[in-house]
């Protein structure tokens, strides 16, 4: 069974990924079929919008972390310019360190206001 240090591992590079957009990585972060849900694009390409969400951003950083099993809960302040605003994420990870579930929660206003181009259909 992995420890939180193991857990806390993975999330870590997981982030690191996301927000720095290397693509390469998450997809070796991420189980064989792994659920991935999202309010901002719920029947599209998770990679592609997550990449193009990191790249729209002025400033991202994790507010808070928890661990729980291998379960994490991640809060992060995002910034377009000088507006702020939150972002959830939720991922459980497999008994062998791979992320099998992804949930994001985005600020659905803010991305209206401040990132259009991401509600455009692809």
């Known amino acids: 069974m992995m420890d939180a240090t ?3 591992d993975v999330a870590a590079r997981w982030v690191a ?3 720095t ?8 972060l991420l189980a064989a079929g792994a659920r991935v849900e999202s309010n901002l694009d719920p029947d599209g390409d998770f990679i592609e919008k997550l990449t193009g ?3 729209a951003l002025t400033s991202v950083s994790v507010f808070s ?3 729980i099993d291998r379960r994490v809960a991640l809060v992060y ?4 310019d000088a507006e702020q605003f939150r972002l959830a994420e939720f991922l459980v990870l497999t008994e062998s360190g791979l992320i ?3 949930r994001r929660v ?3 206003y803010a991305v209206e206001r401040l990132m259009p181009e991401l509600l455009l259909e692809t």
């Open 6 to 8: 193991a857990v806390e």
């Open 21 to 28: 957009g290397r693509t390469s990585v998450l997809f070796t």
């Open 65 to 67: 972390r928890t661990v």
């Open 77 to 80: 302040d995002c910034a377009v």
């Open 17 to 19: 990924a996301w927000t």
């Open 106 to 108: 985005y600020d659905l």
């Open 53 to 55: 969400y990191a790249a």
């Open 100 to 102: 099998a579930e992804v």
